[in-house]
């Protein structure tokens, strides 16, 4: 992580925290090709583990009448080659309905289950605010996903009287260093990711979802300018390209229990 990360008040320095492990939470398959996929792509690269859990099965993406019955198959299967293009096998999927997502605790105490298994060094989410810019990035989905995600990593996670089935199955209670959030408003944006070397593999792993885009050359164009101002943005040099999170320190050397 050393060469490709740039920060504005972020509370992740690259220099001092090693990342081993990574565990990224999304709702459908796609949403983390279009959000990190470049930052990936570098972390698998220099040798981070990096899991996938994908919240529902994108059982309301496509576009073809037909092929409803057809779409939670396809999808995964498009997941798992769009993974493997960046270096990630280990993919998780917790079965919710495609547009019917909620932070309920059914789904906190999964995602706290799946943290407590894999212990990452970062948590990847989506933002549980709204972005007003491009509202097309807050899909109901998206924001159920980052609310049930932040309200796992504190206080349940850390917790070990909290889901205590968890505890009596052996899981123990984590303190999670970092949670990274991404698809959330620009005003929350801190720390910036130049992934100008890996905009090529990540549009290759956007590409793989061909049952959600009816126009590629578009969407490739899109989001290559997308990437570019998101450098813009992040004060990296013209032409470069990159992404940007919003990160969180949830414990550091500082952090007291309670507030
Ligand atoms: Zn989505």
Not at 75 to 89: F, I, K, M
Not at 106 to 126: A, F, K, T
Not at 204 to 225: E, F, G, K, L, N
Request: hydrophobic content about 40%.
């Amino acid at each position: 992580m050393e060469t490709f990360a740039t920060q504005v008040h972020s509370p992740f320095d690259p220099e001092h925290h090693r990342i081993e492990r990574v565990l990224c939470f999304t709702a459908h398959p796609d949403d983390i090709d279009f959000g990190a996929a470049g930052t990936i792509a570098a972390w698998t690269a220099a040798g981070v583990q990096v899991s996938y859990c994908i919240m529902t099965d994108g059982d309301a993406g496509g576009f073809d009448p037909d092929k409803r019955e057809e779409v939670s198959g396809l999808r995964n299967a498009e997941q798992r080659r769009a993974a493997a293009l960046v270096g990630v096998t280990d993919i998780h999927y917790l079965h919710q309905r495609d547009g019917y997502l909620e932070p309920s605790h059914e789904v906190i105490r999964e995602v706290v289950r799946l943290i407590r298994q894999l212990r990452p060094d970062v948590v990847l989410s989506m933002h549980p605010e709204r972005n007003w810019t491009r509202i097309q990035k807050s899909h109901p989905d998206h924001l159920a996903v980052g609310e049930a995600v932040t309200r796992a990593v504190y206080p349940a996670l850390e917790n070990p009287f909290a889901y205590p089935e968890l505890a009596e199955a052996g899981l123990e209670a984590y303190k999670l260093p970092y949670l990274w959030l991404f698809a959330g408003p620009e005003e929350r944006e801190n720390h910036f990711v130049d992934v100008t070397g890996q905009v090529d593999g990540k549009l290759a792993a956007i590409h793989v979802h061909a049952s959600q885009h009816p126009d590629v050359d578009a969407m490739d164009r899109t989001v290559r300018t997308l990437m570019l101002r998101t450098a813009e943005r992040g004060g990296l040099p013209a032409g470069h390209s990159a992404e940007a999170f919003h990160v969180v320190s949830v414990n550091g050397p500082g952090t007291i229990a309670g507030f």
